[in-house]
């Protein structure tokens, strides 16, 4: 009994500790981003058989105001890449989530929330989009994070609400493909409040 009761003191003592980056306040991030291309979830055995073809990366900033209940706009620039039979889609974006957040237990939190994106420059194998149905779409990200002192980790999975069809055109005219830039991705992070 005494076991068990010294035990639940440590754990509740160390989530009291481990939840320093709870409060208000902004910080730097970065992390990777696994894109799929189509549905993610059947895509996902490829990306565990090669790992290195859809993988990308992510740098930029947040803001958090609030403690138990938060809101957390981050603004960061990814760079994605994505494989296909016909070649190698590789796209630079802003992207703005916005994100609003309920931390569940000491360190560990989970959010959700709408994820504006704004297209910098996309290339189909060294070719320019020729047409982009829009230049800022809109998604929506949700996932947990967990935050230690000023550190934190998140995990989150993100899809647009609508395709955003791009055209790539070669040299002599000719339709090369239509993609979708805005893919399903599963994206890892790690955060330091300043």
């Known amino acids: 009994m005494k076991k068990l009761i010294l035990t639940l003191c440590i754990v509740v003592g160390a989530l009291n500790l481990s939840t320093a980056q709870s409060g208000s306040g902004y910080g730097i991030k970065g992390g990777l981003n696994y894109g799929a291309n189509g549905n993610y979830f059947s895509s996902i055995s490829n990306t565990v058989k090669h ?25 960061m620039y990814t760079n994605t890449s994505s494989e296909y039979d016909a070649g190698k889609l590789k796209v630079q974006k802003l ?5 609003f957040g ?3 237990i000491g360190p560990l939190s989970i959010f959700a929330g709408p994820a504006f994106q704004y297209i910098l420059d996309s290339k189909f194998d060294d070719v320019k989009a020729d047409d982009i149905d829009k ?14 002192r000023k550190i934190g980790i998140d995990l989150r999975y993100e899809r647009g609400f609508s395709k955003n069809e791009t055209k790539f055109i070669e040299n002599n005219g000719i339709d090369v493909v ?13 955060s330091v409040k300043l």
């Open 95 to 99: 992207d703005l989530p916005a994100l």
């Open 51 to 75: 790992p290195d073809k859809n993988v990308g990366f992510h740098l930029g900033v947040f803001g958090k105001f609030g403690d138990w209940i938060y809101f957390k706009p981050e603004l």
């Open 178 to 190: 239509s993609i979708d830039s805005r893919p399903s991705q599963l994206i890892l992070s790690l």
């Open 135 to 148: 230049d800022i779409s809109m998604g929506f990200n949700f996932g947990f994070a967990v935050n230690i």
């Open 102 to 104: 309920i931390r569940l």
